[in-house]
C-alpha cells in the first residue's frame, strides 16, 4: 500500500506551519509540537482513506468472484469435496426447504408458507370489514325469509288472511 503526498497536501501542510507560527508565541517547542498534532491527524486520515479505499477494492473484488463463480463446497470436516455452490443455488434450496416441524403433516416450502402468510395477512386486513358486512346482510336476509314464511305459515295455520 502507498500513500501520495501530493502538492495540495504540501501546501497544506506549509498552512499549518504558518498558522502555528502566527498562534505561537513562545519558543520553537509549542511550534514543533502544534505541527506535529497537525501533520498526525492528516496523516491518520490520509491512511485510513488509503486502507479503506483497498479494503473496499480487494473485498469487491471477493464478493465480486464468489457472486460469479461460487465457492468451493466442503464436508463437514472442512475438506473440498470439488463441488462448487453459487448464491443462486442456495438461495433457492432455502426457498425449498420445508417449514414446520416433523409431525406436522402440512408441511410446505419457505416461499409457499411466507406467501400463504402474506395472502392471510392482507386478507385478514382488508376483506375483515367487508365480510362483516356481508354476513351481516346474510343474517338479515335470512332474517326477512324466516320471519315471512313463518307467518305464513302461521296465517294458513290459524286460517288468517
Known sequence: MKIEITEQDRGWLADQMLEAIGRSDDDGESLHRMVEKAVESRLEHMVMTTFERALDREIGERVTSILEDGWPVTSSYGEHTGKTVTVRELILKKLDTPVGDSYDRTRKS???HLVAQAVEGALGKE???????????????????????LTETLRAALGIR
Open 110 to 112: 419457505l416461499v409457499a
Open 127 to 149: 376483506l375483515k370489514a367487508e365480510l362483516e358486512r356481508a354476513k351481516a346482510e346474510i343474517r338479515a336476509a335470512v332474517d326477512g325469509l324466516i320471519k315471512e314464511k
